[in-house]
């Protein structure tokens, strides 16, 4: 465990070869060894998935090519690596996982993947080498609950089997259920080591003590009533075998859409800001009829989203913190032919102090930075200019507890003069920003229910309605 910043991936990228270290020694099986790169950890039997998961794959190959590459890695072009043959070895490989794969999406561009069918391939490829020693750095952060549940019990076996895993979570609920032993890094250092007590679980107290500034209890808050109707969806039909369904949304409260894997949230969020189409449906904002084919128009009305992948979808390598946050606006920063880099840099500056980036300036490269700081830019780039309408898909995906609260604190203070809409897959994160529940389920509201009202068992009867068999779907399967 650590907060972000505390060190971890890079830890673990020095563990697969992918960083050197800057001093200390590894030590495999009571022997120092040394991890030059990638393929020098692979020997040694340490499997690695990255926290990112295009870090695994290769995009412009299909998933059968992926899951297959590392058994064919090496043999000379054209041996057994016919469709047939390249397919059947993806078959197996997915098999480690319980994953049910169908033709058609063994033949699909892994770009044209989600984040969480990405890491379901990342996990799979990594389990074919049997490695000795696996790890796993947020490994669940894109998954649904059921996606969480199998891993969890694959990393069981594995582990009875005689392998260790090193896994690395911000999740409590997922060291208690998981975990033998929990370890805390906080600025580069190991801070402690904590076993279960004789009753079987850890002392969080101590454990939370060392690790954060914040516990979960500050997470809580009072729910707010909505106030002006501001959002009025009307007969949406996101896939079409799924019901049409309205939706009104309402400034001065978050209202969150609660959902699993496939269940259409993130299209309905796509489709609201113009990324997207679905089967139908009108939106009006403001009393006016909202009619976008692109981004661009909804930025220029003031509508705005955060999407699920920072990485894939706003990101971009090399650049810096200030010219990342203003790109959606640099009309404003260059009223003539020239950036006003001054501007720039001074608007940067301050959503950075507003919104609590931890960053050695504004004018460092976004990777420098840890995941949850990289989140904060990608949400407080939209604070630049007031929202109209703020949309967030997983905006708490990858980011530790003291993150969590700030960008939680970030999405409350706009709630306050704009409506908010929220997608998350996690319930426990739904509870800690929501004002307002919807369950969403095959492309509709099943459940809708105020902060007040909602319970866990209450959300995961609502969660099971309707629910599909357990397979992976391509983005264009529904």
């Known amino acids: 465990m650590g907060a972000n910043g505390a060190g971890k991936s890079t830890l673990i990228r020095v563990l697969s070869g992918a960083h050197s270290s800057d001093g200390g020694i590894v030590m495999v099986n009571g022997e120092v060894v040394t991890i030059h ?10 499997g690695t998935v990255q926290q990112n998961p295009n870090d695994g794959v290769v995009l412009d190959m299909t998933v059968a090519e992926n899951l297959a590459l590392d058994s064919f890695a090496g043999r000379r072009a054209g041996m057994m690596t016919s469709r047939k043959n390249t397919e059947a070895r993806a078959r197996e490989v997915a098999a480690l996982l319980g994953l049910e794969v169908t033709p058609n999406f063994l033949r699909t561009t892994v770009r044209d993947l989600g984040v969480s069918e990405r890491q379901l391939l990342v996990l799979a490829r990594t389990l074919s080498l049997r490695p000795k020693i696996l790890v796993l750095d947020e490994p669940t952060s894109a998954l649904s609950g059921e996606e969480v549940a199998r891993l969890f019990a694959i990393i069981r076996d594995l582990v009875s089997d005689g392998m260790s895993v090193l896994f690395v979570t911000h999740k409590i609920g997922e ?49 707010q009533a ?25 400034d001065g409260e978050v209202t969150v859409l609660l959902g699993l894997l496939g269940s259409g949230k993130s299209e309905l969020l796509e489709w609201i800001y113009g990324s997207r189409k679905i089967e139908g449906g009108s939106i009006v904002v403001n009393s006016e009829p909202l009619e976008i084919s692109h981004p661009a128009q909804a930025v220029s009305r003031g509508i705005y989203l955060v999407p699920e992948s920072r990485h894939e979808q706003s990101i971009i390598a090399g650049w810096s913190l200030d010219t990342i946050m203003t790109l959606p606006f640099v009309k404003k920063f260059s009223p003539l032919v020239l950036m006003n880099r001054r501007a720039e840099r001074a608007a940067a500056r301050e959503i950075i102090n507003r919104i609590g980036v931890v960053a050695a300036g504004e004018s460092v490269e976004i990777e420098t930075l840890s995941g949850g700081n990289q ?14 309408f703020l949309l967030l898909d997983e905006p708490f995906r990858g980011v530790d507890i003291n ?5 939680a604190e970030t999405i409350r203070g706009v709630s306050q003069s704009a409506p908010v809409l929220v997608a998350t897959s996690d319930i426990e ?7 307002r529940i919807l369950v969403f389920n095959t492309g509709h509201v099943v459940a809708d229910m105020r902060l007040s009202e909602a319970t866990r068992e209450r959300i995961v009867s609502a969660m099971s309605m309707h629910a599909h068999a357990n ?3 391509t983005a264009d399967s529904n």
Do not use: Y
């Not at 790169?37 to 340490?46: E, M, R, T, V, Y």
């Not at 890094?185 to 279960?196: A, T």
């Not at 989140?375 to 109209?388: S, T």
């Open 37 to 46: 790169d990638p393929h020098s950890a692979q020997q040694l039997g340490i």
């Open 175 to 223: 060291i208690a259920e998981l975990a033998d032993r929990v370890g805390v890094l906080r600025d580069g250092k190991m801070r402690g080591e904590f076993s279960k007590n004789a009753a079987g679980v850890f002392e969080w107290p101590e454990v939370l003590t060392e690790l954060f500034d914040k516990t979960p209890s500050d997470l809580k808050h009072e729910e």
């Open 226 to 250: 909505g106030g002006n109707e501001v959002v009025l969806i009307s007969q949406a039909r996101v896939f079409r075998d799924s019901e049409p369904f309205d939706l009104s949304l309402r």
């Open 375 to 388: 989140q904060k830019v990608v949400i407080g780039r939209w604070l630049l200019e007031k929202p109209a």
């Open 403 to 407: 993150a969590r609260f700030d960008i």
């Open 429 to 435: 994160e739904a509870m800690e920003v929501a004002d």
């Open 471 to 473: 397979r992976i779907h």
